[in-house]
């Protein structure tokens, strides 16, 4: 009987505070969501003379090796604010330039698609800016993502003695204008 007592006399103590201040108009409750961009390869990519080094994260690096000048590279972005993609080459290109976008599930703002900006010249920096991606869901979840496909078409060279590196890299911003 006497702990009943106890917490019953605890419940008016903390909870009728609250609900006085709830009354008034008084409670507040503040918080912030970091932002968060990530960038990674689809996992169906397979091309026999591209190496994905690292994926994941916010950047994305590929090791191009032999001959071939074109490859397809569909990038997968999460975000939970606007984006930007820059691209870095060791190697001088000929073409960089968006060939598909689309969302790869439910989970992915009507926006993203629609309000992705592609400047005029890919230089290759900035490839692409856009508003948030992802409405829920996590960084691995398979429907919330927006799959870019970047194709890449290097100088044609007689056979190159070195690999050439590729280098993505994702940051939350604002849109390119």
């Known amino acids: 009987m006497r702990c009943r007592l106890i917490f ?12 006085v201040d709830a009354q008034t108009g008084r409670v507040t409750l503040k918080a912030t969501v970091s932002e968060t961009v990530t960038l990674s390869v689809a996992s169906t990519f397979s091309q026999s003379n591209v190496d994905v080094v690292s ?12 001959d071939d000048v ?8 999460r975000s939970n604010s606007s984006f930007k993609i820059s691209a870095a080459f060791d190697s001088e290109l000929s073409q960089l330039s ?3 976008v689309h969302a790869t599930g439910t989970l992915v703002s009507p926006e993203a698609v629609n309000g ?13 800016s856009g508003p948030r991606v992802s409405l829920g869901g996590t960084l691995d979840s398979p429907n919330n993502a927006l799959q870019i496909t970047v194709l890449i078409r290097l100088n044609s060279q007689p056979s190159r003695d070195s690999p050439v590196q590729l280098t993505f890299v ?8």
């Open 116 to 128: 992705l900006n592609v400047p005029h010249k890919i230089d290759p920096s900035p490839v692409a």
């Open 8 to 19: 019953t006399l605890m419940a008016v103590v903390f909870l009728v505070p609250v609900s």
């Open 98 to 100: 968006i060939v598909d």
């Open 70 to 77: 074109i490859i397809r590279v569909p990038l997968l972005v």
């Open 170 to 177: 994702a940051t939350a911003g604002s849109p390119i204008q």
């Open 55 to 66: 994926s994941g994260g916010n950047t994305v690096r590929i090791t191009l090796s032999g």
